[in-house]
């Protein structure tokens, strides 16, 4: 009876169920109403807790925690190569090129004798100028710059043809000698009209 009873509730409409039934009955209803009531909150409950679980454990994207300023991505993205055009003769070039390899960038080490006019058709002045002349995806980086400035360049991505550390630091990198204090010296960025600002200021400690 109370089977058939139930039945009739769930495929009629409730005001007929009440007026149909006895006191009994509509215990029955009241009963079952709350039962489905309750199964259906256990329900969300636990749909809500799977949920929340779910994204616990879900990986989040490199680009996602870059963005979100998390403090390591999952994967780093490789640095792009720098190709290096020197003089045969050039020491501190090389030594350069060690300290850039040494922060991640691959190396393209390009023995040239024509360096002035490689300089000129890069956009590098006299007033700019020092050893070595290196490209990175598709900027132009002159003398001694730290690598950490080259870093920060690639990602900002500053409309600029590159950066230059003029003359030949004392102490910047490739230029450390034993005995001698480093100086302070500017990293400059050159605009595309070819003027200049100060990009980074590197103040040894």
Not at 123 to 143: F, K, N, P, Q, R
């Amino acid at each position: 009876m109370d089977v058939l009873f139930i039945r009739i509730l769930r495929i009629k409409d409730y005001k007929i169920a009440f007026k149909t039934t006895s006191e009994d009955h509509r215990r029955a209803f009241t009963y079952y109403h709350w039962n489905v009531a309750e199964q259906i909150e256990m329900e969300r409950i636990c749909l809500g807790f799977l949920m929340a679980l779910f994204f616990t454990i879900l990986p989040v994207p490199a680009d996602a925690q870059l963005r979100d300023g998390l403090a390591t991505p999952l994967a780093a993205t490789p640095l792009p190569e720098i190709a290096i055009y020197r003089s045969e003769s050039c020491g501190c070039c090389t030594k350069w090129a060690e300290h850039v390899e040494a922060a991640g960038f691959p190396i393209q080490d390009k023995v040239i004798n024509a360096m002035d006019a490689f300089k000129q058709a890069n956009g590098i002045t006299e007033e700019l100028a020092s050893c070595h002349t290196a490209i990175v995806d598709g900027y132009v980086v002159e003398g001694h710059v730290p690598a950490a400035s080259i870093k920060k360049m690639l990602h900002e991505r500053p409309d600029i043809r590159g950066l230059a550390a003029p003359g030949m630091p004392m102490g910047s990198p490739g230029m450390e000698t034993a005995g001698v204090s480093p100086e302070a010296f500017d990293v400059l960025a050159i605009a595309q009209d070819g003027t200049t600002t100060v990009f980074d200021p590197i103040r040894p400690q």
